[in-house]
């Protein structure tokens, strides 16, 4: 929980076009929700899981 509040934190303070918006958060009685902007394509981790080395190379990065 305390990742996932730091993380909301963070994005509630940034606009880079190259993170998601924070439209808004609340809490339930047992969940912490974020309402954010959608980027298809899933998530950065597991596509640097999918490369051979599980790295980035270079011309990948770029």
Do not use: W
């Amino acid at each position: 929980m305390p990742r996932a509040h730091m993380e909301r934190e963070i994005l509630s303070i940034l606009d880079h076009p190259f993170l998601p918006t924070l439209y808004a958060h609340f809490f339930s009685k047992n969940l912490s929700c974020m309402v954010m902007e959608y980027f298809p394509g899933g998530d950065l981790h597991d596509l640097r899981q999918k490369q051979p080395a599980r790295y980035f190379h270079e011309q990948a990065a770029r």
